[in-house]
């Protein structure tokens, strides 16, 4: 089993940055893709950011293109998302997935372990 936990949600105004934390633990995997996804209230949860293994390939989604980046410290088994000139509509609570494969790109169901989520809230 491996266990995500998130980290660093919380409530920021329109335009400012937050950076997420993932911290993998259990049995972690060498070799495989992890992503953020988010889920408003009322809303399908969404893709939102997605790294490869050695992190030399990202995919993001239209919506936070330019705004976040992800990253990855595979030393420390950590996911993280840079979030930048946050909008309302990025309310949402994000959630770390990890994938058995290095080839999963933006589909939920490519992922099998997915963390609790932490909630950002940007405030108008």
């Known amino acids: 089993q491996v266990q995500l936990v998130e980290s660093g949600g919380g409530l920021v105004q329109a335009g400012g940055s937050l950076r997420l934390s993932c911290a993998a633990s259990g049995r972690t995997f060498s070799g495989n893709a992890m992503a953020w996804f988010r889920q408003a209230p009322g809303k399908e949860r969404e893709f939102v950011a997605r790294?490869?293994?050695?992190?030399?390939?990202?995919l993001y989604a239209d919506s936070v293109k330019g705004r976040f980046t992800i990253s990855r410290d595979n030393t420390k088994n950590t996911v993280y998302l840079q979030m930048g000139s946050l909008k309302p509509e990025d309310t949402a609570v994000y959630y770390c997935?990890?994938?058995?494969?290095?080839?999963?790109?933006?589909?939920?169901?490519?992922?099998?372990?997915w963390g609790q989520g932490t909630q950002v809230t940007v405030s108008s």
């Open positions: 790294i490869n293994w050695s992190g030399g390939s990202t």
């Open positions: 997935a990890s994938s058995y494969s290095d080839y999963a790109t933006r589909y939920a169901a490519q992922y099998e372990y």
